[in-house]
């Protein structure tokens, strides 16, 4: 068995937590995930999540309390030589569907699509590995018809600095995520609204450890 918590606290006195236990049977994962709604006020079914997994195929899961489904299933083709990356993933609760796709030309260059049914959004992503340790990475979203741009390096080995700004919020941040050998990971977050006259930044910080039990 395998467990994981995750913890995140921000500036705004916001707090939350989780966990989840996989168990393998075979080809397939079985996890039960919970968040702080479940314990808080005594052990209740809120935010009990069950899902059964196939890893590269499918993954299915049941949110206990609403009682709602939410499918995503995953294949990968070949076009030109290139692997194309599919995933379908379908909310039940809400008849939401989304469409995406990855093509990868080389480790250095991918290009991905993300469509949502329905309403019609469509996001487009360029991915660009410069030396294999800076990534550069532009998007544009046709239903707010703005770009956004994300800026990300390696450093200390394991760990990920990155930059992000969206055109349309005006918002900027800054992330800091760090790998640790001792089977956790923890990541640090600042952004900030320069549409805002404040201009306060808004700080979060996330720690997960995993564990083989």
């Given at each position: 068995?395998?467990?994981?918590?995750?913890?995140k606290?921000?500036?705004?006195?916001?707090r939350?937590?989780?966990?989840?236990?996989?168990?393998?049977?075979?080809?397939?994962k079985l996890?039960?995930?919970?968040?702080d709604?479940?314990?808080?006020?005594?052990?209740?079914?809120?935010?009990?999540?069950?899902?059964?997994?196939?890893?590269?195929?499918f993954i299915i899961?049941?949110d206990?309390?609403?009682?709602?489904?939410r499918?995503?299933?995953?294949n990968?083709?070949?076009?030109?030589e290139?692997?194309l990356?599919?995933?379908?993933?379908?909310?039940?609760?809400?008849?939401?569907?989304?469409?995406?796709?990855?093509?990868?030309?080389?480790?250095?260059?991918?290009?991905?699509?993300?469509y949502?049914?329905?309403?019609g959004?469509c996001k487009?992503?360029?991915s660009?590995?410069?030396?294999?340790?800076?990534t550069?990475?532009p998007?544009?979203?046709?239903?707010?018809n703005?770009w956004?741009?994300a800026?990300s390096?390696?450093?200390?080995?394991?760990?990920v600095l990155?930059?992000?700004?969206?055109t349309s919020?005006?918002?900027?941040?800054?992330?800091?995520?760090?790998?640790?050998?001792?089977?956790?990971?923890?990541?640090?977050s600042?952004?900030?609204?320069?549409?805002d006259?404040?201009k306060?930044?808004?700080?979060?910080?996330?720690?997960t450890?995993?564990?083989d039990?």
């Amino acid at each position: 068995m395998r467990a994981s918590f995750k913890g995140k606290t921000t500036t705004d006195n916001s707090r939350s937590t989780a966990a989840s236990f996989g168990v393998p049977v075979g080809d397939f994962k079985l996890r039960a995930s919970v968040t702080d709604a479940t314990l808080v006020n005594g052990p209740s079914l809120n935010g009990l999540t069950l899902s059964v997994e196939k890893p590269g195929s499918f993954i299915i899961d049941y949110d206990v309390p609403k009682k709602d489904f939410r499918f995503q299933f995953m294949n990968t083709v070949r076009v030109a030589e290139k692997p194309l990356s599919l995933t379908y993933i379908h909310n039940k609760g809400d008849n939401r569907t989304i469409l995406e796709g990855t093509l990868t030309f080389d480790p250095c260059n991918k290009f991905s699509a993300n469509y949502a049914v329905g309403p019609g959004n469509c996001k487009l992503k360029y991915s660009y590995v410069h030396g294999m340790l800076n990534t550069f990475e532009p998007s544009y979203d046709f239903s707010k018809n703005s770009w956004d741009l994300a800026v990300s390096r390696k450093v200390y080995g394991g760990d990920v600095l990155k930059a992000t700004y969206q055109t349309s919020s005006r918002l900027l941040g800054l992330e800091w995520s760090l790998n640790s050998t001792l089977s956790g990971c923890a990541k640090f977050s600042a952004s900030v609204n320069l549409s805002d006259e404040s201009k306060v930044p808004k700080l979060t910080a996330e720690t997960t450890w995993n564990f083989d039990m």
